[in-house]
């Protein structure tokens, strides 16, 4: 058994695709339509046949909540693995990227938190 697909679930497909693609370096990997949205998902373009992730349109009002909470607690809905979180930062920041967490040192990893625009904080994360 193994992850071939994982998914985060966003307000707005569109707004997440642009984010997701142009901000973060994401590449499109599949783009199906489907009824109330697509079956978008995305895939590092270091690991084309890697693991893709699903843009899940925000369709079940219980998720809504959920996203929403987590949101207000400051807790990560996913984490993206990068090889320098200080660059990455740097990156991102000069793009206009908000963090809730600036690069912070937790035992064996540095972590940053960026809000992706669309209702998730994501964390990036580097194994020192």
């Known amino acids: 058994m193994k992850i071939t697909v994982t998914s985060v679930l966003v307000q707005d497909q569109e ?3 642009q984010f997701y693609t142009k901000v973060l370096g994401f590449e ?3 783009d199906i339509p489907m009824e109330g949205g697509r079956w978008l ?3 590092s373009p ?3 046949d ?3 992730l699903l843009l899940e349109p925000m369709g079940f009002a219980p998720a809504k909540d959920f996203q929403k909470s987590l949101l207000e607690a400051g807790i990560p809905w996913t984490s993206f693995s990068v090889d320098n979180v200080d660059k990455e930062f740097e990156r991102l920041n000069e ?3 908000e963090f809730t967490m600036k690069p ?3 035992g064996p990893v540095k972590l940053a938190v960026l809000n992706d625009t669309c209702g998730n904080l994501i964390q990036i994360a580097q194994l020192l």
Do not use: Y
Request: glycine share 10%; hydrophobic share 40%.
């Open 46 to 48: 270091e690991q084309r």
């Open 15 to 17: 707004k997440a695709f």
């Open 104 to 106: 912070t040192q937790m």
């Open 95 to 97: 793009l206009g990227v």
């Open 50 to 52: 890697g693991v893709e």
């Open 41 to 43: 998902t995305l895939v």
């Open 28 to 30: 499109k990997k599949t």
